[in-house]
């Protein structure tokens, strides 16, 4: 079983929808969690950090369930420009640093 | 500089080839870290530097895989006789902090 679980879709959703993605992991030491946005052929880049009070920025709400090992990512109002995929991160305490687990990445796909 | 830097961005290489893929991170950032991302995966820990100490090679998928930061700054990663299994983008992260910033990464098809 991978360490960090996503629904790898693709979601193909129209514009102005909203559409939520969510992610497991299997390491119940890890504190720390992200959504990476990955453009076709792009670097990651990270969209945010998820805590465990949930956390809004604009459009984009994470919320964070630590008894059940769960994230998620909503998307409100989708544009044309959302389309990417979204990797869910935790972090692995290896001893003298973090490391990070990345999903696989959900695929977004939004249209006119 | 004002990101992290890679070189090549695209290198093509026959099977048994040596290839070296070259990061430059952000200047200042003592936590280097090498990926390896296969199509449609997401990027697979490889190697950690905390400025010229290579802490962590765990990732590292065989002994043909050797990576170096000799001076804290630029990291080499090198590949040795590579095979087609190889094929990938290697990303380079350095980080500061809890986050990491990314460098456009290296394709690397092994034909």
């Known amino acids: 079983r991978k360490e960090v679980e996503q629904d790898p879709g693709p979601f193909n959703v129209p514009e102005g929808a909203t559409v939520a993605f969510n992610c497991t992991y299997s390491?119940?030491?890890?504190?720390?969690f992200f959504w990476y946005r990955q453009d076709c052929r792009k670097e990651p880049k990270l969209l945010m950090s998820?805590?465990?009070s949930g956390n809004e920025d604009g459009r984009f709400t994470a919320q964070l369930n630590r008894a059940s090992q769960y994230i998620s990512l909503l998307i409100r109002d989708s544009k044309l420009s959302d389309s990417a995929t979204y990797l869910c991160?935790?972090?692995?305490?290896?001893?003298?640093?973090?490391?990070?687990?990345f999903g696989a990445g959900t695929r977004l796909a939004v249209h006119p | 500089g004002a990101g992290v830097s890679q070189s090549p961005r695209y290198k093509v290489a026959k099977r048994g080839q040596d290839v070296a893929l070259r990061c430059d991170p952000i200047?200042?950032?003592?936590?280097l870290f090498w990926y390896q991302q296969a199509l449609g995966q997401g990027p697979e820990f490889l190697t950690y530097?905390?400025?010229?100490?290579?802490?962590?090679k765990s990732g590292l998928p065989s002994d043909r895989f050797f990576a170096e930061r000799p001076e804290g700054s630029v990291s080499t990663l090198k590949i040795q006789r590579t095979q087609q299994e190889d094929s990938a983008v290697y990303l380079c992260?350095?980080?500061?902090?809890?986050?990491?910033?990314f460098g456009s990464g290296t394709r690397l098809t092994v034909v």
């Open positions: 992260a350095s980080s500061r902090g809890a986050g990491h910033t």
């Open positions: 390491n119940s030491a890890s504190q720390s």
């Open positions: 998820v805590y465990s």
């Open positions: 991160v935790v972090n692995k305490y290896a001893g003298v640093y973090n490391k990070l687990i």
């Open positions: 200047s200042g950032h003592v936590s």
């Open positions: 530097f905390q400025n010229e100490a290579q802490l962590d």
